[in-house]
């Protein structure tokens, strides 16, 4: 029998090293905690090149997001300027294993 648990992972991306991150499985849905100084602004997330948050004057704080049931998913930031800014993506991933079940009849 196989049983799934579901587990929470959370990744924090540094966007002077990097413009996104991948995740290998997940649920569904996807926390973005977004936080920026005044000489960096995230304007669009996207998840497998799909938008899905944008803000021409540039997000900031924690949103929510559906994204595709694709596996791996690959979430990508578009920020402009120089300045220091990260953002943590949180969400759920599924630990699966195979367990034993014992079935009694009669008893």
Known sequence: MLVERPVDRSVRVDLTDRGGV???????RVAVRIDTRRTRTVRTVRADGRVVLHA?????????????ETRPLTMS?????????????????????????VVSVGA
């Open 77 to 101: 930031f578009e920020s402009d300027g120089a300045g220091p800014g990260t953002v943590r993506v949180s969400w759920t991933a599924t630990d699966a294993s195979v367990e034993r079940l």
């Open 22 to 28: 991948t995740l290998s499985d997940h649920t569904g």
């Open 56 to 68: 021409p004057s540039g997000l900031s704080g924690r949103y929510v997001v559906a994204v595709p």
